[in-house]
């Protein structure tokens, strides 16, 4: 049974940082892209952040550019996001998830989101 577990949540100030991980059990995830979604109270799910199988790619959405940085350690099979200059707009649930299919590049993460393995999320809350 395949499961991603996220945690590093809470609440931290305008300004500040969270680094968030994944871990993926129940299988590999080595040859398959990850990444992150976001959902505000009131909103639809949407993307984040994804990165390659190998690390050696990433896409961002454009307001998290410059502050957001994902990576993952295939040894741990585990994804993070670090998150600086944290915003009030940021609160959310924060979600991992896993494409199912393998070596496809980051770029298509949020095009293909239907069928990824999801985690229960994490909660992000920033002051103001």
Known sequence: QVQLVESGGGLVQAGGSLRLSCAASGRTFSTNAMGWFLQ???KDREFVAAISWNGGS????????G??????????????????????EDAAVYYCAADQAPLRQPIL???VASTHYWGQGTQVTVSS
């Open 58 to 65: 990433t896409y961002y959405q454009d307001s998290v550019k």
């Open 40 to 42: 505000a109270p009131g």
């Open 109 to 111: 993460f949020p095009v």
């Open 67 to 88: 502050r957001f940085t994902i990576s993952r350690d295939n040894a741990k099979n585990t994804v993070y996001l670090q998150m600086n200059s944290l915003k009030p």
